[in-house]
């Protein structure tokens, strides 16, 4: 059924970018049988499944073994996917894919702190109430934990320098302009109630 010469013709023009209808149009044929003879052909491949359109999102991290989603990311860091009009949260989808579905109700929380890492096995299943502690502990840990914070803008050479220049004499909005950081975040640096460790 799919030797018919016009269809090489139209698995040419396919190949060659237009859609499977404009083909169809351009040769007159039926645009459900041309769909047909170039999928029985392999031109036009079959849609790729959930899992194969997930994995194509991730990379693996080799040091943490942390799998870090590569595609769009919400405004708290998690990776997101589209099912259908849907926009889902990876990590929960992955946890659906490889490990088995997800309580109702029930929270996918990170064993690794990374927020965009659909690892599975860095997963486990979680109440509300232990996500949001587990936010609260890491961002106090962040805050405390300076450089290593992806939110911090300074490095710990930096607050060194701020420091040493301001006993130098160097004014508050000096440093702020130079470290472009506002002025009560050099106050606390300089009076040591944050960046501790340093
Ligand atoms: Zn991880």
């Known amino acids: 059924m799919s030797t018919k010469p016009e269809y090489d013709e139209g698995a040419r023009l396919y190949q060659s970018g237009l859609s499977c209808a404009e083909c169809a149009r351009q040769l007159g044929l039926n645009r459900t049988l041309l769909h047909q003879a170039l999928t029985n052909r392999g031109v036009i491949r079959a849609k790729p499944t959930l899992r194969e359109r997930f994995e194509d999102k991730w990379e693996v991290v080799t040091e943490s073994g942390c799998w870090l989603w590569v595609a769009r990311l919400n405004?708290?860091?998690?990776?997101?996917?589209?099912?259908?009009?849907?926009?889902?949260?990876?990590?929960?989808?992955?946890?659906?894919?490889?490990?088995?579905?997800?309580?109702?109700?029930?929270?996918?929380?990170?064993?690794?702190?990374?927020?965009?890492?659909?690892?599975?096995?860095?997963?486990?299943?979680?109440?509300?109430?232990?996500?949001?502690r587990d936010r609260s502990e890491r961002s106090s840990w962040e805050q405390a934990k300076g450089s290593q914070s992806v939110r911090s803008k300074l490095t710990e050479e930096d607050v060194l320098e701020i420091r040493r220049m301001s006993s130098a004499g160097r004014s508050y909005a000096e440093l702020s302009e130079r470290f472009g950081i506002c002025k009560s975040n050099v106050a606390t640096i300089v009076r040591r109630e944050t960046w501790r460790h340093v």
């Open 75 to 132: 405004k708290h860091g998690y990776g997101t996917f589209q099912i259908g009009c849907r926009s889902c949260l990876a990590h929960r989808v992955s946890f659906e894919i490889y490990r088995s579905p997800i309580p109702e109700g029930m929270e996918i929380l990170h064993k690794c702190d990374v927020r965009a890492c659909v690892n599975p096995q860095h997963l486990y299943v979680g109440t509300q109430f232990e996500n949001m």
